[in-house]
């Protein structure tokens, strides 16, 4: 049974590219969400999203960062016109039902240059 | 908002030298408080949720209790594997998401 499936690992961006993060949840898990972790800081929530829905985004910048959870396939975070100030790493977690029994990723480290 | 602040930010040991990790909370009704266990370029791994004021749990050498304002991790006899970064979070009441401290680097020579 994989765990929290993110690619790629690493990513690199020159400043005004896009990056596009991507998730695979566990198996039987319906609930994602996003956490940035930037350097020396703890890891602050983006966005929650289920099977098609974006549940709660308050934590996402509202310009610039989207998220998706489509039907079929991974889970999404995309951020258009990267600054050097998205440089950190993201990660997903999953659950099967609501908040209990996060599961992490090992995460994304976007670095913008 | 919610505040999670962790102490010390790094604690050096000696293997067999046990110590405590703090977490000291805010949070308006809490659900849960959560310890994780974070390695160099890795996700944080789950270790303890605490739900109640007097609520110990144990795994192997770590050991997590909770107070109405702070929460303790209690390393025993550490050995060098034992070396990561420590996470706490919190969770309130009807919420999903996790409000995280800095975390404590604790590095443990042998």
């Known amino acids: 049974n994989a765990g929290v499936m993110q690619n790629p690992r690493h990513l690199v961006r020159r400043r005004g590219q896009e990056a596009r993060l991507r998730c695979s949840p566990m198996k039987g898990h319906s609930h994602v969400y996003w956490y940035r972790q930037l350097p020396e800081e703890g890891l602050k929530f983006m966005v929650y999203?289920?099977?098609?829905?974006?549940?709660?985004e308050s934590g996402m910048p509202k310009e610039r960062f989207s998220a998706e959870f489509p039907k079929e396939g991974p889970s999404i975070l995309r951020i258009q016109q990267v600054v050097r100030g998205d440089s950190a790493a993201y990660f997903c977690?999953?659950?099967?039902?609501?908040?209990?029994?996060?599961?992490f990723g090992s995460g994304t480290r976007l670095t913008v240059v | 908002e919610d505040q999670v602040t962790q102490s010390p930010e790094a604690l050096r040991l000696q293997e067999g030298e046990s110590s405590s990790l703090n977490c000291s909370y805010t949070v308006s009704g809490l659900r849960g408080l959560f310890w994780y266990r974070q390695d160099p370029g890795k996700g944080p791994e789950f270790l303890f949720t605490l739900y109640s004021a007097g609520e110990e749990k144990e795994k192997e050498r770590l050991k997590a209790t909770l107070t109405k304002k702070e929460s303790f991790l209690h390393i025993t006899a550490p050995k060098p594997e034992d070396s990561a970064t420590y996470l706490c979070?919190?969770?309130?009441?009807?919420?999903?998401?996790?409000?995280f401290g800095a975390g404590t680097t604790v590095t443990v020579r042998a």
């Open positions: 999203l289920q099977k098609e829905n974006i549940i709660d």
């Open positions: 979070a919190v969770q309130r009441s009807n919420d999903y998401k996790l409000s």
């Open positions: 977690a999953s659950s099967p039902v609501g908040p209990d029994g996060y599961t």
